[in-house]
C-alpha cells in the first residue's frame, strides 16, 4: 500500500511543480523515448541476470505491493507455534515429531500454521534442523553451524534479486542519455525546417533524459531498497526460528526456549511478555496490528 501512495505522491508531485510553471504536459507525453528507455533497462536485466533471478525480481517487486507480513500478529502466531511444537516433543519425545517432520503439508501439528507452511524457505529449515537433532550424534554447536550456514546462503539469494534491480535503475540515466543523443540527431537532421518543429524535437530528446532519471530515482531505486527491507527481515524471521530451535535442543525449558525466541525478534514489532503469555496460554488470535 505505501509503495503505491509513495508512487502517487512521487507523480503528484512532479506534475503538479511542472503545472505550477504553465507546463505542457502533452509535450512530456514521448511514447518512443519511454520504447527506448523501458525496452533497454528490461534487456539489461535480461542480459544481466539468469532466469531465477528474473523470477524473484518478479516476485520481489509483487511483493512490496503487498507490504512486508512479518508483523506483529505474524510473530504472536510463530511463537504459539514454537510453543506448541517444543511442549509435543517434551510431552512425547523427539521422536514422535518424524512423522509431521517428515510430511508438514498432513500434519496436524502444523496445519494450524498456514502462513508457516507457505513459507517453504522457513519451512525446510526448521524442519531439516529439527529432524537432524532428532537423528542424534549432532551437538547443539555443530547444529547451530549447520543453521547459520543455511542463513547465509538465503540470505545472499535475497539480496541477489533486489541487487539486479539496483543495477537496472542505475543504468537507467545512462539509458536516457542515450535517448536524448537519439533526438539530438534527429534534431540535426531536421535543421532548416519550422522553428516549431525543431522546438517539438529539442524537447522531444530532453524527456528521454527526464525519463532515464525520474525512472532510477524515483521509482526503480526505491522499489529495489524496499525488496532489500523486506529480504531483511525474512532474514530477522529466520534467525528468530534459528534461536527458538538451537534454545530447545539445547535442552531448554518450551516456555523459556520461546522466551529466547521472542527477544529476537526486531524491538518494533516485538510482542510483550504479557500478549506472549496471553496468546501461548488462550492459543487466541494475535492481537491487531
Keep these: 500500500m505505501f509503495v503505491i501512495i509513495g508512487f502517487v505522491v512521487v507523480i503528484g508531485a512532479i506534475v503538479g511543480g511542472y503545472l505550477m510553471e504553465h507546463g505542457n504536459l502533452m ?8 520504447v527506448i528507455i523501458g525496452g533497454a533497462g528490461l534487456g539489461t536485466l535480461l542480459i544481466a541476470n539468469p532466469l531465477h533471478i528474473l523470477i524473484d525480481v518478479l516476485k520481489g517487486m509483487i511483493g512490496t505491493l503487498k507490504g512486508s507480513p512479518f508483523t506483529k500478529p505474524f510473530y504472536v502466531e510463530q511463537l504459539r507455534m514454537l510453543n ?22 498432513k500434519s496436524q501439528l502444523f496445519g494450524k500454521y498456514p502462513k508457516f507452511l507457505k513459507d517453504h524457505h522457513a519451512l525446510h529449515f526448521f524442519c531439516d534442523t529439527v529432524r537432524m537433532s532428532i537423528s542424534g550424534g549432532v551437538a547443539p554447536f555443530e547444529l547451530d553451524q549447520l543453521m547459520e550456514l543455511d542463513l547465509d546462503v538465503q540470505h545472499h539469494g535475497h539480496a541477489e534479486s533486489a541487487s539486479a534491480l539496483t543495477t537496472v535503475a542505475d543504468a537507467l540515466p545512462g539509458i536516457g542519455i542515450v535517448a536524448c543523443v537519439l533526438g539530438i540527431v534527429i534534431t540535426m537532421g531536421a535543421l532548416g525546417g519550422p522553428p516549431e518543429e525543431i522546438g517539438h524535437k529539442v524537447a522531444a530528446a530532453l524527456v528521454g533524459t527526464f525519463l532515464g532519471i525520474l525512472l532510477c530515482y524515483g521509482f526503480l531505486s526505491p522499489l529495489a531498497s524496499n525488496m532489500s527491507k523486506i529480504g531483511e527481515a525474512h532474514g530477522q524471521y529466520m534467525q528468530f526460528l534459528r534461536i527458538g530451535v538451537l534454545a530447545f535442543v539445547k535442552g531448554t525449558a518450551p516456555s523459556l526456549a520461546v522466551e529466547f525466541a521472542r527477544r529476537g525478534i526486531p524491538l518494533h514489532i516485538r510482542p510483550s511478555f504479557k500478549e506472549t503469555e496471553a496468546a501461548i496460554k488462550g492459543g487466541g488470535a494475535a492481537p491487531a496490528a
Excluded: C, H, S, W
Design 27 to 34: 509535450v512530456l507525453m514521448q511514447p518512443a523515448e519511454l
Design 84 to 105: 506448541d511444537i517444543f511442549v509435543y516433543a517434551r510431552k512425547n519425545g523427539m521422536a514422535k515429531l518424524e512423522a509431521d517432520l517428515d510430511e508438514p503439508d
